[in-house]
């Protein structure tokens, strides 16, 4: 922990403390109120895995603000929707995994504008006929064996 200032925390100073929403620093009493819950419904949740809240050293649950934020997502959709409990982890399950391949989708975006920038790079040394290969192309087959032709370089 350090204070504001930089340094240290000391007499006087103010610790600065960054927690953010997969933090898990509530306890299941105040995780209960604050989604509306008795504190024996979010043991069901958490044994049918609904909501897999952190644990403290001594074995207690400890929920993020985003747990609390699913469970009052798992309240909606079965008190609202009239969903049952089943069905309700079906479709956190898809969610989850549609956030998943959001992420991924936007590292592969990344990494493609990345192999753009080289690949433009790569021609304008081309084109000005600055560009030397410095590697031999090589071809993995079938059986993950690396191929190398060894040709002629121009």
Excluded: F
Excluded at 139 to 148: A, K, L, N, R
């Amino acid at each position: 922990m350090t204070a504001t200032g930089g340094g240290p925390v000391g007499r006087g100073r103010r610790a600065t403390v960054r927690i953010d929403i997969e933090t898990p620093v509530y306890v299941i009493s105040i995780a209960a109120e604050l989604s509306g819950m008795h504190p024996q419904t979010l043991r069901q949740y958490d044994r049918l895995g609904l909501v897999t809240p952190g644990r403290a050293g001594g074995g207690g649950r400890r929920y993020s603000a985003r747990d609390v934020e699913q469970l009052r997502e798992v309240q909606r959709l079965s008190q609202d929707e009239g969903v049952n409990l089943a069905g309700v982890k079906r479709i956190m399950d898809l969610e989850n995994a549609v956030e998943a391949l959001r992420a991924r989708i936007g590292e592969l975006t990344e990494e493609l504008g990345q192999t753009r920038a080289t690949l433009a790079a790569t021609e304008a040394q081309y084109a000005s006929g600055t560009y030397r290969r410095t590697y031999l192309p090589a071809v993995v087959d079938s059986q993950g064996t690396t191929i190398v032709h060894w040709g002629a370089r121009s």
